[in-house]
Every structure is written in structure tokens, then in C-alpha cells.
């Protein structure tokens, strides 16, 4: 009896004591939480979201409530008249201009690039291809803007000034460089050892490059895709000074329309911004996995 006694005093006083640690124990883990870096996350989550919802609020206001109305105030009439502003003020045509011009950016970067990153990768020995990598590498160094008057030069005198294909050569141009930079992390991840098994069986390099480079870098492919058609679908140097017509603005350089000599219809404007902003929302919501591990895992060895 003595004996189970003392068993059973013995194990209460340990679960005592386990009871008893647990709460130093779960202080600690708390006092580990990155609480700093969760309040900065929250902040940062508030810098972006409140301009956006003053965005959307505003996009529905006509322009005496914008100016009598508390600004982050919901609007006491919703009114979608400045949508339909923007519609009717050629809008359409600013869009497929963007399109066209995007589109027509996109393609011929990324398989250039993609072409280039394969031969600069297999090809590592080659010293004409290690020059060209490290031109391909200096671009990234020289921005859109130190370049402009040599590009609006080449542009007239290759008389295509006020097109649509003066803005998309040159962003093919500075598309390259970085689309470069990142397929050839990702060519490089591919193990050498399937290249050699595909060489065996009498493939050719296109072969290879189609069969197999291709499928293994699509997240790469989709994440240059999706960044170089981000920064051409909001470009606005080069639509300013390349074009001329009001029928080759693309949408940045529509906004314009809606700004007076003395005034400025912020409403129609957000309005405008708003549809501007919807197809690149839905392209990334239609690649965000893709582009996500695009950006991770070429730089993740």
C-alpha cells in the first residue's frame, strides 16, 4: 500500500510540475513571435489598401461630392457616370492599343530570351556567348531614360514615329536583358544528365530545347511574362514621346484626357485608373502561383 502511495504521490507531483512549466514554456514561445515584424506587415497592409479603397470610393463620386464629401467617406449616390465617361472617350481604343502593344512586347522577349538563356547555359564555354551574357548584363545597368534620345533618333530615321511598333522595339529591347537573367537560373537547374539521355537518343538541340528546357522553366516563363507585361502595360516615356496621334495613345497616356487647363476631373481619372488596373488584377490572379515560384525558386540553391 505504502508503495502505491508513493507511485501516485509521485506522479501527481510530475503532472504538478509539467502544469506548472507549461506556463514559462508558452511565455517563451510567445516572447520568440516576430511581433515587430507582424506590426510592420499590418502597417504596410494599411499603406497599400487605403489608397486603393480611396481609389474605388472615389470612382463612384460625381465631382461636387468629391469636393463636399469627406474623402474616404462612402459615396452618399453612387454614380458609374464616370465609367461611362471613360468608356465613351475612345477608351476602348487606348485598350486594344495596350494590348496590342503589350502582346506584341511579351512575345518576341521571352523567346528571344528564352533562346538566348539556353545557348548561354549549355554553351558555357564558349567565350563569344560568356560576352554576350555579359552584354545582356549591362543592360540591366543602363535605364529607359539616359537612352531616350538616341532611341527617339533611331525611331524617326527608321520612319516609324507615331506606331504602334516605335513602343514595342524598344520594349523588346529593355524586356531582354533581365528575361535573361532569370530563365538562365532556371535552364541551369535543369540536370545536365537529361540533356545527355535526350543527346543519346538522337535528339537535336531544338528538340531539347522544346521537349524538355521548355517545360521544366514555364514558371519562369510566366513570371518574365507576367513582369515585362506589368512594366510595358504601365509604360508612359515612351507612348510620350514616340507617339503623337490620339489614336496610338495607349492607356497611361489617355489619362491625360481628362485633365482641363484649369481643372482636372479626379473622379473620371480614378475611374479610369480603375479599369486601367483590371486586367493586370486578373493576369495576376490567373498566374500567382506560377509567378511566385518563378521568383523563388530560380534563386533558391
Excluded: C
Amino acid at each position: 500500500m505504502a508503495t502505491g502511495s508513493n507511485t501516485v504521490a509521485t506522479s501527481g507531483a510530475g503532472t504538478a510540475t509539467r502544469r506548472r512549466s507549461g506556463g514559462p514554456v508558452q511565455a517563451h514561445k510567445l516572447l520568440q513571435l516576430n511581433w515587430f515584424g507582424g506590426l510592420a506587415g499590418w502597417i504596410w497592409l494599411g499603406v497599400v489598401l487605403i489608397p486603393l479603397y480611396w481609389i474605388v470610393v472615389t470612382s463612384f463620386k460625381d465631382q461636387s461630392a468629391y469636393f463636399s464629401q469627406n474623402p474616404f467617406a462612402l459615396p452618399s449616390a453612387p454614380t458609374t457616370a464616370n465609367y461611362k465617361l471613360v468608356i465613351e472617350s475612345d477608351f476602348p481604343r487606348y485598350f486594344v492599343n495596350s494590348v496590342i502593344v503589350t502582346i506584341g512586347t511579351i512575345i518576341p522577349a521571352v523567346a528571344i530570351s528564352f533562346m538566348a538563356a539556353y545557348a548561354i547555359i549549355r554553351g558555357a564555354g564558349s567565350k563569344f556567348l560568356a560576352g554576350v551574357n555579359g552584354m545582356f548584363l549591362m543592360g540591366l545597368a543602363i535605364p529607359l531614360q539616359a537612352t531616350i534620345i538616341p532611341v527617339y533618333l533611331l525611331i524617326i530615321r527608321m520612319r516609324l514615329y507615331d506606331s504602334l511598333l516605335a513602343l514595342i522595339l524598344p520594349s523588346v529591347a529593355f524586356s531582354i536583358p533581365l528575361s535573361v537573367l532569370v530563365l538562365s537560373n532556371f535552364v541551369r537547374d535543369v540536370p545536365k544528365e537529361l540533356f545527355e539521355s535526350m543527346r543519346v537518343d538522337g535528339a537535336t538541340e531544338w528538340d531539347m530545347l522544346r521537349k524538355l528546357a521548355l517545360p521544366l522553366t514555364r514558371p519562369a516563363l510566366v513570371t518574365v511574362s507576367i513582369y515585362n507585361g506589368l512594366a510595358v502595360w504601365n509604360g508612359f516615356l515612351l507612348p510620350l514621346i514616340l507617339t503623337q496621334s490620339p489614336d496610338k495613345r495607349t492607356l497611361p497616356l489617355a489619362l491625360w484626357t481628362f485633365q482641363g487647363q484649369y481643372s482636372v476631373n479626379v473622379p473620371a481619372v480614378l475611374a479610369s485608373v480603375v479599369l486601367t488596373t483590371l486586367p493586370i488584377v486578373i493576369l495576376y490572379a490567373v498566374g500567382r502561383r506560377q509567378l511566385l515560384s518563378g521568383l523563388t525558386a530560380g534563386f533558391s540553391r
